[in-house]
C-alpha cells in the first residue's frame, strides 16, 4: 500500500479480512489476513481482472493488481 492510497469497498466471505486500497498509480493493493488454522482459497474479482490465490494458514499476504 503506496503512500496517498484510497481505500475501495469490498464484499464477499473475505470482507472481514481482506481490504483494498487504490494506488496513486492506479494499482490495487490487496492485504489479506488468514488466521485459520488452514490454508484458504482467496479470489479477486474488479471489472475484467480476476485472480485466486491460496493464502496460508496464519499469514498476512499482499497482492498487487497491476
Known sequence: VKPG????ETRGIW???ALA???PDGST???V??????DREFAFVQGDQ???ATV???TVSTFLVE
Open 33 to 38: 489476513l488468514n488466521s485459520m488454522d488452514r
Open 21 to 23: 486500497f487504490r494506488n
Open 29 to 31: 493493493a490487496i492485504p
Open 15 to 17: 470482507n472481514g479480512n
Open 5 to 8: 492510497a484510497v481505500l475501495l
Open 56 to 58: 496460508p494458514a496464519h
Open 50 to 52: 480476476s485472480f485466486a
